[in-house]
Structure formats: C-alpha cells, structure tokens
C-alpha cells in the first residue's frame, strides 16, 4: 500500500481542494457571509431563531464536496425540457439531506404550516375590537408595489419583481411562498433581506415615524378598546377565511393556515393542537425552513450584481411600506379629530410584534403615558392579513 | 414586463388590497354589531326589585378622594400591591390616585 498516493488521494479528494478549483474563491466570501450571518443571529439577537438556521445553511451548503444541496438537480426540476420535470423521486434518488428537507419548500409546506403556528399565537382581538385599523394594514402594503415597481426598472423580469416586493410586506413565510411560486432562484437572497430588516426595524422605522409625524402627532392618547366577546374571536377566522379565500383564491394556503391556527386558538377546546401549532410544529418547522432556505445560497448564484439589487429593494419596501402606514394613520388622525395615532401606522408592516413595540416606544418617548401597544397590534396583524392578500394578487397576476 | 404595465400592475395590486380590507372591515364590523347586539347587558337591578337592605348596614368607609374603587388582589398581599402600584406610578410619572389597578394578580410559572 503506498501511502504517499493514499494521503494524497485523501487530499486531492477534499472539500479544501474545492477552494482552489475554478471558483472556489466565492465559497469562501460565502462561507464568510454565512459567519457574518451567524454573528448578527447570535450575538446581535436578528431574528435567531431564522437567521442561524439560514446562515448554517448557507455555511453547509459552500463547503466543498458536503453535497448536502444540489442546486443543478433542482433546476432539472424546473425545467420543462428536461426528463426530470417535477421529480420529487429524482431528487430523493440522487439529492443530499438538504435537498429532502427542501421539498417541503418548494412544495410550500412550510410557509403554510409556520402560518398555523402564527395563527395560533395571534390575538385578533384589538383588530375585531376596532376594525378600521385593517386600513393601516392595507396601507402598509404600499412599498411591496412600490419596490415590484422599483425592481421593473432595475430590469427584472415580473415574477422577479413581485417576489422582490413581498418583502415589503415584512412578512418571512408569505416572501418565501410567493417567491417559491414565482422566482425560486432568488429565494436565498430575498430570504435573507427579508429576515434581515424585519430584524432591523427597530432601527429602520423610527426615523421615518419622527420624521413624518409632529409631536403633537405622536402625543396622542388613544381610547381604550372595547371587550372582544370569545364568540367574535371564533367567528372572526372563519369569517375571514371564508371571504379572503373566496375573493382572492390564490391566499388559501396562507390565509387558510392563519386562520386554522387562530381558530384552534379561540375555540377553547383545541388547546393541546394550539399548544402544539404554537411550539413543537412552528419550533420543528421553523428549524428546516430555515436551513433549507440557507442552502439555496450557493455561491456561484448568491455572488450576484442582482443580490445586492434586491438587498437594496428589499430596504426601500420596508421604508416605503412604513411610509404608507403611517401617511394613512396621518389620514386617520385628522378624520377622527385628533383621536387616532398616526404612529399605529408603522406597525401596519406586518412584522409582528416587533413593528407594533417600535410604536409603542416611539410613542410613549413623546408622551410617558402613553400607551399604543395594543391600539398597534390591531394594524399589526391587520398587516399580516393585508400582506398575504398583497401576495395573493400578485401570484395570481405572474403565476397564471 | 414594460414600464406603464408595472405601473398599472402596482397601482391595480395596493387598489387591490385596499378592496379587500375595505369588505373585511365591512364584514367585521357587521359581524361585530350583530353579535354585540345579541350580548346581554349587564344592567344593575332597577331600584323596586333590591331587596331591602339589613337593618343596620355597617356605614361605608369614606374614600379617599380621587380612588377609583376597590382592588382585587389574587395571591398578592397587600404590601406587596401597594409596592407595585407605587412602582408602576413613579415609572409612568403619573399620580397614583389618577390610576386606575382593576386587579392584581401573582402568576405562577408552570
């Protein structure tokens, strides 16, 4: 036995090689992404329990020769031409562990399901109590157009543009589904950005609240909110998905899940099903949306001009959709004579519960007595219906 | 997809939504009136159907002035409540006598 050749057989067969072969530079800027990824979920708290799933993801999946995701055996799947044209058994006869755990993406599994959890830990009360605040919701639909619009004239294509403007509506599960539906492609990045700037609002929104609202504005005490009776909290689900679901059909999967959680919320006697919706199936399922999603960042289509694009657009949606928000709650302060808050407005991103907190705070540093948590949370889950509708329209207009 | 088309597309998309939120806040709010309609009031018993009062109530403690009632207290002694309702009005810069705490409750964890 030469162990020389053996050695060198060991190596030349190792991930490291993979580094030196022809592009093997851009796994290791990808690998050092993935470790900025993981210090920003880690040590910064960005949305943890996405982010280092993604970001281990995005670290497997650009080591060389781990074959755990092939991107090549899903683009087979996509394409008409090919003989394995939406195979699933394809890629479980060839594909890697990631590649499994894939499916439950591209099969829009997961989204749907992460929906039920969010459903089950969602109180719609504050929304049934004052109804109007949908309107804030809808109104912070505003930049998922104005960035679709945006990407247009960057020269994407349109299930390009609609997958790039969902991110404005702050909303992880409805972006990957719909840009599942329409730009599988892009799925890492826009992922990624999404995530990423619902983590950041905090940081992102405040300035844009201050900065389009006055004191007197921001000052304002809101009225507190009538008693939500348990029979409304059951109606309202049902109510809802019946009428979204009728109106725009293409919102079943997101709008029927949300709603289905809410339900097992409300009813009183689904708690075990709620219990689980919202622990072990959102903690099981977030865990392989999240690592799977990270390994669609292979290098050779994440190291784009187009990433940076849709990094870019991905930040205007989130501003033009805070914008649209809190114009509308401007609307609605002056309709109601003072009574409303424009600031609820910003909350109207759906991003829950952190965009209804950055109202609260903001409010309560212009008047210490202030308090909108629960008058936010109304737009706030308003957002989330408004955001699922807005990727309603547009699956339905680019998917066929 | 040209320019005018993703113009019209994005203005069609928020219209849209807009549409949508406007018919669920109809179909809220009607749902909402039907049922709080249906919801028995909580009236106070008219004055002829109190039955009468003992012979000799004991007389009320006067209360201090701007108190908005009585407090319940869950597993909370009264030190403790008072200790909390201070904290909770130095907090919010607020007097104590212009809050109003319903009830206080100590939650156990699981």
């Not at chain 1, 470790?35 to 993604?54: A, D, N």
């Not at chain 1, 087979?76 to 699933?88: D, G, I, K, R």
């Not at chain 1, 993406?105 to 089950?120: R, T």
Request: aromatic content about 8%; glycine content about 10%.
């Amino acid at each position: 036995m030469d162990i020389l050749e053996t050695l060198k057989g060991l190596w030349m067969e190792s991930g490291f090689m993979g580094f030196f072969a022809a592009g093997g530079w851009k796994n290791l800027i990808m690998i050092a992404v993935a470790l900025v990824l993981l210090y920003l979920g880690i040590k910064k708290k960005f949305e943890p329990l996405l982010l280092v799933g993604i970001a281990f993801g995005c670290l497997l999946t650009n080591l060389p020769g781990a074959g755990l995701y092939h991107m090549e055996l899903w683009d087979e799947f996509l394409n008409e031409a090919s003989p394995y044209y939406h195979s699933y058994g394809h890629i479980m006869q060839e594909g890697g562990l990631i590649d499994y755990l894939y499916i439950g993406v591209k099969a829009g599994l997961y989204p749907s399901l992460i929906f039920i959890g969010v459903g089950a830990m969602t109180d719609f009360g504050p929304l049934i109590a004052n109804p109007k605040s949908f309107f804030l919701g809808a109104a912070a639909q505003f930049g998922v157009f104005f960035a679709f619009f945006g990407a247009i004239l960057l020269g994407f294509n349109g299930n390009e543009a609609a997958s790039i403007g969902i991110i404005g509506g702050a909303d992880g599960p409805t972006a990957i589904l719909t840009c599942m539906l329409l730009a599988p492609a892009l799925l890492g990045p826009i992922a990624i950005a999404a995530y990423s700037y619902m983590a950041l609002i905090p940081m992102i929104q405040p300035p844009i609240m201050r900065a389009l609202t006055t004191e007197k504005e921001r000052s304002v005490k809101m009225e507190q909110l009538r008693e939500v009776s348990k029979t409304e909290k059951i109606v309202f689900p049902i109510l809802v998905a019946g009428f979204v679901i009728l109106l725009l059909p293409s919102t079943a999967p997101l709008i029927g899940c949300l709603m289905f959680g809410n339900l097992l919320r409300e009813t009183g006697v689904t708690e075990r099903l709620s219990d689980v919706a919202q622990n072990a199936l959102m903690n099981i399922v977030t865990l392989f949306l999240g690592i799977s999603v990270g390994a669609t960042t292979v290098a050779s289509r994440f190291l784009t001009l187009n990433t940076l694009k849709i990094v870019a657009l991905g930040l205007l949606a989130f501003c033009f959709s805070t914008v649209g928000g809190l114009l509308v709650g401007k609307l609605m302060y002056k309709l109601s004579g003072g009574k409303i808050n424009p600031l609820i407005g910003a909350a109207g991103v759906s991003a829950v519960p952190m965009a209804a907190r950055v109202a609260q705070v903001e409010g309560q540093k212009a008047n210490p007595g202030n308090f909108l948590l629960m008058h936010a949370m109304g737009p706030n889950v308003a957002g989330v219906i408004g955001s699922a509708i807005a990727a309603g329209f547009l699956i339905k207009v680019f998917g066929g | 997809m040209n320019i005018p088309d993703a113009l019209v597309t994005a203005v069609m998309g928020w219209a849209v939504v807009f549409l949508g939120i406007a018919l669920l806040v109809l179909l809220v709010a009607a749902a909402g009136r039907i049922m709080t309609a249906k919801r028995p009031e909580r009236t106070l018993p008219r004055p002829e159907t109190v039955p009468a009062a003992p012979a000799a109530p004991a007389p009320r403690k006067p209360e201090a002035p701007g108190t908005a009632g009585d407090l319940m207290l869950y597993d909370t002694p009264d030190r403790d409540a008072a200790m909390i309702m201070a904290i909770v009005a130095d907090e919010l810069k607020i007097p104590l006598n212009e809050l109003r705490f319903i009830s206080i409750r100590e939650v156990h964890k699981k």
